[in-house]
DNA sequence: GTAAGTTACTCTGAAAAACAGAGTGTGTCA
DNA sequence: TGACACACTCTGTTTTTCAGAGTAACTTAC
């Protein structure tokens, strides 16, 4: 019935480190920096980078605290597209392992 | 029980290209460089290209026909340490996507 | 109260990966 | 025999990934 889209595994999601920190995010709703950094075992600045594509996608926001007493901390949560995103990741996933997970 | 191992995503197979491409072998068994580029929709010069990682992984094995009235031909298959890896990818993608595949 | 350390990032540069298209050799067919 | 297709392979460019150094704010230890 569909077989007609070309069958392609969305190239932000689909990257060791980021569709372990977009799994994090849809179960876990949302992290900060040092999280992250903890549950995925990166350095600092690849971090950074990952969390700049999946901002770069619309598919993180980021939230900085407004506390001024606070040092400064940032809240990352997926977007709605984000979600989406990895739902139709999830579906496209399936359909390549068909049957096999 | 386990939750000790630090979950991470077989490299080479969790990309776009070659994910497809091991399904694709898992289920297929064997196929030449035009019915992989064929499935793929990939340039010959990116299949080259992603091939040679499967290659250089021992997940892949070239077999050139010996047949010589033909032109050369190569079929890929899988190896054994290929299948193994794409199973254990698979049980990793279980964990990581946990509940949701 | 200030030096030392920690937290929370960001930036830079290097190394590796992904990719397109040109190139090579062999065969087919009009 | 000349044009074209097949089956790759090679080269060079762009993009991605990554580590580690840098910065700024806060927080103890002395």
Do not use: C, W
């Amino acid at each position: 019935m569909d077989a007609l889209s070309p069958i392609e595994l969305d190239a932000v999601l689909h990257q060791p480190i980021r569709t372990r920190l977009a799994a994090f995010l849809m179960t876990r709703g949302e992290a900060t920096f040092t999280e992250l950094k903890k549950e995925l075992s990166v350095t600092d600045g690849n971090l950074d980078a990952h969390i700049k594509k999946l901002l770069a996608a619309n598919y993180l926001r980021a939230q900085k605290t407004e506390d001024k007493t606070q040092r400064t901390q940032t809240i990352y949560k997926l977007t709605a597209k984000g979600k989406g995103a990895f739902e139709n990741y999830l579906e496209t996933l399936k359909r390549v392992l068909s049957i096999r997970l």
